[in-house]
């Protein structure tokens, strides 16, 4: 076994062709949403319904016909079947890696399929949309639930385990990632400076592409599974 700790960062080009709207390519929710307004806490302060409509209508896509693709369950297999530690730390917040059979997961910008309670600080499973007189089911309070997602300006979740996880990891790799979010963008030094292999598996060069060792350039879908062949095949 070439490698014992890997790291696996994902973002939204991973899921794209499951038909999930990335946030930054030509067509993406940036171009429709203006981010200020509906990823940050100072949005969602300004106009709360806008934001609510924004992720109930998200969670509602996720829930009608979008499956997981090729990419989410080449991950999977690999925590399967390889022989040492395979984390997966995905920025999405959808549930596709789950649906594809990931169970070693960090959702470090949340999860779309919960909702938070800014009064008991409870995260509660949560399909339906979230709307003003919705109940937290923890604490009872009505009107206070927002999406479990984590905005602008907020921590990412699990951020210390993370750090651990890197500083001790031997292969990172980042797949459908632009690098221009952080700290998930800094991961890759990161890895780097506890000595890991660093590759990234992306359509297209990132912003982070110089500071990995290893290219793949193409669809997840298709540049995941052969690579994650070679390392079930490699000695
Ligand atoms: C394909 C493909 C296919 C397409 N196959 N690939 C100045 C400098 C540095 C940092 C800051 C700064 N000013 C402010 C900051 C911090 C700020 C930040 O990074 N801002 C930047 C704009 C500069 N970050 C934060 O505020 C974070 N918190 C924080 O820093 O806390 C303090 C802290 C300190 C110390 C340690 C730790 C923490 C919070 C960031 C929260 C981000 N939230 C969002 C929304 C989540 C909920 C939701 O989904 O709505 O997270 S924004 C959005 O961007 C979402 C994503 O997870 C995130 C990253 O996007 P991602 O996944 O990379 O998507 P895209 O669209 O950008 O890229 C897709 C890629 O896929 C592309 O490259 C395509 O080519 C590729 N692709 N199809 C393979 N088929």
């Known amino acids: 076994m070439k490698h014992e700790r890997i790291v696996i960062l994902t973002g939204a080009g991973i899921s794209a062709e499951s038909g999930i709207s990335t946030f930054r390519d030509q067509g993406g929710l940036w171009e429709q949403y203006r981010l200020e307004d509906v990823a940050t806490p100072e949005g969602f302060r300004r106009n709360p319904d806008t934001v609510q409509a924004f992720y109930n209508e998200r969670r509602r896509q996720l829930q009608e016909g979008v499956e997981p ?19 997966l730390v995905t920025q999405n917040v959808d549930d596709l890696h789950e649906r594809a059979g990931s169970c070693n997961l960090i959702h470090m910008h949340g999860d779309l399929l919960q909702a938070w309670c800014e009064v008991c600080h409870q995260p509660s499973d949560w399909h339906e949309p ?3 007189d919705s109940v937290c089911p923890a604490c009872g309070t ?24 890197l500083a001790a990891c031997d292969l990172f790799l980042a797949v459908g990632t632009s690098g221009q979010v952080y700290p998930a963008a800094g991961f890759v030094e990161l890895a780097r400076s506890a000595g890991a292999h660093t590759v990234e ?4 060069a990132s912003e982070m592409n110089s500071a990995f060792d290893e290219h793949r350039h193409g669809r997840a879908g298709e540049v995941v599974p052969p690579y994650v062949e070679e390392l079930l095949g490699a000695p």
């Open 69 to 87: 693709n090729a990419g989410h369950k080449a991950l999977a297999r690999l925590e399967q079947h390889y022989p040492g530690q395979v984390l």
């Open 130 to 132: 979230i709307e003003a």
């Open 201 to 204: 598996l992306n359509l297209e």
């Open 142 to 165: 009505t009107g206070r639930l927002r999406p479990n997602v984590v905005w602008f300006g907020e921590m990412p979740q699990q951020m210390e385990r993370i750090q651990g996880e």
